[in-house]
Nanobody, 124 residues
Framework: VQLQASGGGLVQAEGSLKLSCVAS????????MGWYRQAPGKQRELVAG???????NYADSVKGRFTISRDNTKNTVYLEMNSLKPEDTAVYYC???????????????????WGQGTLVTVSS
């Protein structure tokens, strides 16, 4: 299973970006998906998460500005970011709790996977 994130870039303050993350591989099902970020010198933090039933939760710092969504038919999670601030500058990582098929027919296993990260830079 692999997660491929995209959509980062350089944007001015108050601008918008939309991140995407596609999961691929022999996937049986995907449970929770989420976006995390890590700014220089800081720990990785949860930005937003979404359940398989599309219940979302957000960090207080992004509530009202960011929207997480998913397309289960495409194994994809999105993060729409509006009213961006310089403090949103970070590498953004997607995460997915995936149940995948094993080589033994009829058996599945569950694991958490990370995307490679996409850099978001917000200039003032």
């Amino acid at each position: 299973v692999q997660l491929q994130a995209s959509g980062g870039g350089l944007v001015q303050a108050e601008g918008s970006l939309k991140l995407s993350c596609v999961a691929s591989g022999d996937i049986f099902s995907i449970n929770d998906m989420g976006w995390y970020r890590q700014a220089p010198g800081k720990q990785r933090e949860l930005v937003a998460g979404i359940t398989s039933g599309s219940t979302a939760n957000y960090a207080d710092s992004v509530k009202g500005r960011f929207t997480i969504s998913r397309d289960n038919t495409k194994n994809t999670v999105y993060l729409e970011m509006n009213s961006l601030k310089p403090e949103d500058t970070a590498v953004y990582y997607c995460n997915a709790d995936v149940r995948y098929r094993t080589i033994v027919a009829g058996f599945t296993r569950r694991n958490s996977y990370w995307g490679q990260g996409t850099l978001v830079t917000v200039s003032s």
